[in-house]
């Protein structure tokens, strides 16, 4: 009842999310600054908090074939990685965890109640047109609540399909490579009529994932291979393009998810083979309409019902594990905003959604069904935004109100949340004739604990959600110099404070995890990077992107604890990436490297935790070429290319060497 309560109040609430973006436009005497359409790829300098930006041709320029290893060269992330080919891949900004990052697919924010933390790798980039990496809060002044709700938003958009001089336009890619890896890939679009159009995108992938690695005990190295390391992944989406002309417009996306992986667990001494088993299933259906309502008013509306299954195996000498979740949730959103002059908007935002999770499990042949809580959880989040935006200044604020209850089988003392989070932010262009920005930003953030953290692990105490303050100081330019090949110059640095109040840590036991909150955390660190563009002539030309972050992410919860001022657990205090690509008429290069130094596995710092830092080179050779009317290319990478063995998380090494080789037609 008061579900259904909620979905009504909804819709006599207010509305949703997509509102214009700015875009550098860069000539050659004088740089100017344009807005342009929310497809288009968002302005990284004019931004007021710091966000990262790589649409489609750049993903294709440096050879990138995954979300993963786009998201790894981003400034401020910590990406962890459980290595194989079908390794949980999870992203960390500014060592916050991944639990306050969001993953927002289409603009609409994918959930995981359950663990609160998003595999990345499901998601291919077939289909992707902008990838973007915003910390802290967003110039979006129609973004949903939910997405306000989190530390940093990783935007993944896909591709809108221009049928203006035909009917249809299709895409067909055939990959193969190392350790068995198969990758088909069909992406069409149709046009219906002149106000509706439709896509269809599909792939599958599957690879051995037996790769070489060196196994160390003591002072012994034995070279092995990676065993119960397979993956079978299908993945189809359909959506549907409406114009409703006068009544606005509606896109409609159908999602299917469905995979089959071995875990092969911790490289551990005396234990080098894993049976366990991850099934995982994942359907869900969205829709999201925009319209305006008259010149002031601008609405936009989601609806999504997401349904997740996961099925997990493993089998022990001491017996046989088997876990089935089911997790179901239905989220309604709208946003709505008013421009009271060219200056001057707002905008309020209301987000409702219903989160349910059932699960059975068996343990040691021995059913422990009816004593499991069957979590369901009610959210409510409301977010008020000012924006003043003029030529040289920008300033964003908003209040974000967030109330949760929940419900347990044979609970009688339901959890309820309740909190106000304020943020701001400032981007400030101090001097007319250079493209010089100042920005400041500050952001509060709470994370209620997830329903692993809440009923699937032992709790010592009451068990509080988590709170973050974070701080941001920067400057972004971008320029070019006059009679020189230099396209284009852009450079931003950032400085930021983040402050963590009752981290919640899940500390792993012989039977049962024991969550808790350990206290405190301090992170400092500063993020930059630099860009720039040379033409050669032209047809020829160079592109470089390097950037760096250091970030020191202390615990200050005691000064009577060991642990006192050490790094926090995969957070490495320096790590950077670079990319050089050369475009010519004949094989179009690109040589990228990511660095990234020690790490520790444990909250106490000591060399047996220690997680040594690594170098992983890669290189791409791409050529373009027409047969007919049909635009064809190949395509060839060679990843990890001088073999460096290295784990992300320890004792789970990843692939050497390996290569892919994709043929594609565009039609």
Known sequence: MRLKLLFLILFFCCSLYIGAQVSDSIRTQQLSEIEVSAHSKPST?????????????ELLKQGIQSVSDAVRRFNGIVLKDYGGIGGLKTVSIRGMGAEHTAISYDGVVVG????????????ALDNISVISLN????????QTARARASGGVLNLQTSFPELTNKNYKGHARVTGGSFGLFNPMLDYAQKINKNHS???????????????????????????????????????????????????????????????RGLPGAVVKGNIYSKERLWDKNFFAQIAYEKYLGRKFKLRSQAKYDYVYTRYEDD????????????????????????????????????????????EYVYKSSATGDNLPYPERYNSLSALTFQYKSKYITVSSSLLATYISEKVKNNKNDNSYKKLSPAISLSYQPFSTTNLRLRTSYKQVYRVPTFTELYYSSIEKKLNPESAKQYNLGLTWVGSISNSPIDYISFSADGYINKVDDKIVIIPKTYLATTMNIGNADIKGIDVRVATNARINKEMSLQLVVSYSFIEALDVTSKDSERYKNQLPYTPKHSGAATL??????????????????????????KATRVDGYSDHSISLFRQFKIKNMETYLQGNILNMWNKRYDIIANYPMPGRSFKISAGVKF
């Open 45 to 57: 300098t004019l931004s007021t908090t710091p966000l990262q930006v790589m649409d489609s041709e």
């Open 112 to 123: 995981n109640v359950q663990s609160g933390q998003v595999d990345i790798g499901r998601f």
């Open 135 to 142: 910390i802290g809060q967003a110039d979006d002044i129609l």
């Open 198 to 260: 439709v896509s269809v995108n599909g792939s599958w992938q599957r690879a051995d994932g037996n790769y070489p690695f060196t196994q160390k005990d003591d002072k012994i190295f034995t070279e092995r291979k990676r065993e119960n390391s397979d993956v079978d992944i299908f993945r189809t989406e359909i959506n549907l393009y409406s114009n409703l002309e006068k009544a606005g417009t509606l896109k409609t996306k159908i999602y299917y998810f469905d995979s089959e």
């Open 316 to 359: 022990q000498s001491s017996g046989k594990t088997k876990d089935k979740y089911r997790e179901q949730e239905v989220y309604l959103s709208n946003v709505l905003s008013y421009s009271l002059n060219d200056i001057v908007s707002f905008s309020f935002a209301e987000d409702l959604f219903y989160n349910k999770l059932k699960n």
């Open 581 to 606: 690509s050369f475009n010519n008429p004949w094989v179009d290069l690109s040589y990228s490297v990511v660095i990234t130094a020690k790490r520790y596995s444990m909250p106490i710092n000591e």
